[in-house]
């Protein structure tokens, strides 16, 4: 067993302790920095894959960003000492049970199941080769869904902006603002 | 490099991770934990797209952008997810689960 071998092991298991603390901390706070470590550790495992811009990538936007995101939301709605709401011990039991069937069911097929990897030579994940057929629209390139996801990623701003943003009455100038009664009762 | 290392451990690893997350998606009542444990799933399968790319069709990179595209995805769904929480939060006072049961005040 090699050092790599070794890291990965050590990867997994940090990914699997704190993916189990983020669902079962009763802190909202703490569980959004297990998440922070479960994201990192994964990071770490692409890195391991010498897929190093996804790593990045992986990184700067889960690790930098909607994990932010989320503890400045978490910070907005609740009290940091707050406790979470569990659920009843009988539907926690359930959960896991039905949980459990779907692990154990999965992983069976994916022990019985012959992957055969082709044996066509390998193209390396770096940043030219991502790049290049990031924007390339021949048979192997990813042109389009480039230009969709940077339309959704736009969408989706102007969407969180118009949702999260107060709602102002505005009173439009040279108007009575209390001619309609019904504007007026609304809050 | 990770070489050694069999497939079925990557595979089973992102398995456990996904089921964590739905554990966490049944048990929970609070919005934001909820969200935290969509993530997981996400990562999850993430995940799996990379390594049966890199293991089984390293001549191409598809599951390469499979992965981009998802973390895109999860990210304008995070922020758009957390817009709603935030106007639910202000129009009711409370983000779990249980005490919400309409759409309008």
């Known amino acids: 067993m090699t050092l790599n071998d ?3 092991y050590l990867f997994a298991g940090s990914i699997l302790t704190f993916s189990l603390l983020t669902v079962i901390s009763r802190r909202i706070l703490r569980s959004a920095v297990y998440l922070l470590f479960v994201l990192v550790s994964t990071a770490g495992i692409y890195f391991m894959l010498n897929y190093n811009f996804l790593a990045a990538v992986q990184l700067t936007v889960y690790a930098g960003g909607i994990i932010v995101l989320i503890i400045f939301s978490i910070l ?8 979470a709401v569990v659920a009843p011990v009988r539907q926690q039991i359930f959960s896991a049970l039905a949980v459990a069937a779907g692990a154990v069911l999965t992983i069976l097929t994916i022990t019985k199941f012959a992957f055969t990897p082709t044996a066509s030579p390998a193209i390396e994940a770096n940043v030219t080769n991502v790049g290049r057929a990031l924007v390339s629209y021949n048979r192997d390139g990813f042109a389009l869904p480039f230009e969709v996801i940077s339309i959704l990623l736009l969408a989706a701003m102007v969407g969180a902006i118009v949702l999260a943003k107060k709602e102002k009455h505005l009173e439009v100038p040279g108007n009575q603002p209390n001619t309609n009664p019904d504007n007026s009762t609304k809050s | 490099m990770i ?3 069999p497939l079925n ?3 089973i690893l992102s398995t456990l991770m996904f089921f964590i997350g739905i554990y966490g998606f049944l048990t929970r009542r609070n919005l934001i934990t909820m969200l935290m444990s969509i993530e997981l799933i996400l990562n999850s399968v993430n995940i799996n797209f990379v390594v049966f790319n890199k293991f089984l069709y ?3 990179l598809h599951g390469h952008f499979f992965s981009l595209i998802v973390i895109a995805v999860a990210a304008s769904e995070a922020a758009v997810a ?3 929480i935030i106007n639910i939060y202000r129009n009711f006072k409370s983000i779990d689960v249980d005490n919400l049961d309409q759409m309008k005040l």
């Open chain 2, 82 to 84: 957390i817009a709603i």
């Open chain 2, 9 to 11: 451990a990557f595979l």
């Open chain 2, 58 to 60: 390293p001549n191409h």
């Open chain 2, 3 to 5: 070489d050694n290392v």
């Open chain 1, 76 to 83: 907005l709605t609740s009290h940091v000492s707050e406790k």
């Open chain 1, 6 to 8: 070794i890291m990965f």
